[in-house]
């Protein structure tokens, strides 16, 4: 028999405004969840790859997090019960996904991103992804998402899943990387506001500045920054691996499924180096 190959690594981001209620503060959108879920699991009965999710907070852990300033880090006497109220929040977000996944027989395995990786400023200091691989080896699809996480210079901080996605590519090399957002991709003006909008197909090292001039902070409460911090997160993770980037959107149906898949790119941006 051949040697066999190995599997091409994908990396999910799945956007917190598509798995919870942004108006109402906790409220998981758990029939988008379980939808988003099931198209994972059909990609991978009929691709071959390995996969690590990531997921946003969306009106989960956002809420304390600009309520106790943790992205601050430890400023004063609360700073400390506000990560942990932040951390709990954002841990029962993932917990209800990891639920999910379980009840469609999704070998899902949560990861706290605090419990691998230390932040210096907003770059990951230390890190080791021993767990992660493990994990894969043992055929789990880690599930991790942006949370409160130790820092070497101002004890707290927040590490949105592209913080965590950008520690993971540097010591592992996806081929893929997606962001599941409520929008088509990535546009010259907002979709939701300007019926004149036009997508933008391709994202490379032509036209990466003029799109993050069209990439506008996020309007609901976020405290990672927004759409022009994920897009300028995205592009260097793409420039410094080679790999695909794919921004969807996981409102439509089976979009994620056909990312995945390598179909269908004419309603998405498509991320090159």
């Known amino acids: 028999m051949g040697k066999?190959?190995?599997r091409e690594l994908y990396l999910?981001?799945?956007?917190?405004?598509?798995?919870?209620?942004?108006?109402?503060?906790?409220?998981?959108k758990r029939a988008n969840i379980r939808r988003i879920l099931?198209?994972?699991k059909e990609a991978?009965?009929?691709?071959?790859?390995?996969?690590?999710?990531?997921?946003?907070?969306?009106?989960?852990?956002?809420?304390?997090?600009k309520k106790y300033r943790v992205n601050e880090g430890i400023v004063n006497k609360d700073s400390r019960k506000g990560a942990a109220i932040t951390h709990l929040v954002a841990k029962s977000l993932n917990t209800i996904v990891i639920e999910e996944g379980?009840?469609?027989g999704l070998n899902v395995f949560p990861f706290s991103p605090s419990s691998f990786g230390v932040w210096e400023g907003r770059e990951a200091k230390t890190g080791t992804l021993?767990?992660?691989?493990?994990?894969?080896?043992?055929?789990?699809?880690p599930v991790t998402y942006g949370d409160v996480v130790l820092n070497s210079s101002k004890g707290i901080s927040i590490a949105s899943t592209e913080d965590v996605f950008s520690l993971i590519v540097?010591?592992?090399?996806?081929?893929?990387?997606?962001?599941?957002?409520?929008?088509?991709?990535?546009?010259?003006?907002d979709p939701k506001s300007s019926k004149d909008s036009r997508l933008i197909g391709?994202?490379?090292?032509?036209?990466i500045k003029k799109v993050l001039s069209y990439a506008k902070g996020s309007r609901k409460v976020d405290v990672t920054g927004g759409m022009r911090s994920k897009v300028g997160v995205l592009y260097e993770m793409v420039r410094t691996t080679r790999a695909t980037g794919i921004i969807v959107n996981g409102l439509r149906k089976n979009s994620i499924r056909d990312a995945l898949l390598g179909r269908n790119y004419s309603k998405a941006t498509v991320v090159k180096p």
């Open 4 to 6: 066999r190959m190995a």
């Open 12 to 28: 999910l981001k799945i956007g917190g405004s598509i798995i919870t209620d942004t108006s109402r503060p906790g409220r998981a």
């Open 38 to 40: 099931k198209e994972i």
């Open 44 to 65: 991978g009965s009929r691709g071959s790859f390995q996969l690590i999710i990531g997921h946003g907070s969306g009106s989960f852990a956002h809420i304390p997090a």
């Open 102 to 104: 379980i009840k469609i």
């Open 130 to 141: 021993d767990p992660l691989q493990e994990a894969l080896k043992n055929g789990f699809i």
């Open 170 to 189: 540097s010591k592992l090399k996806p081929r893929k990387i997606i962001l599941a957002t409520d929008v088509d991709g990535l546009f010259d003006k």
């Open 202 to 207: 391709i994202v490379n090292s032509k036209n």
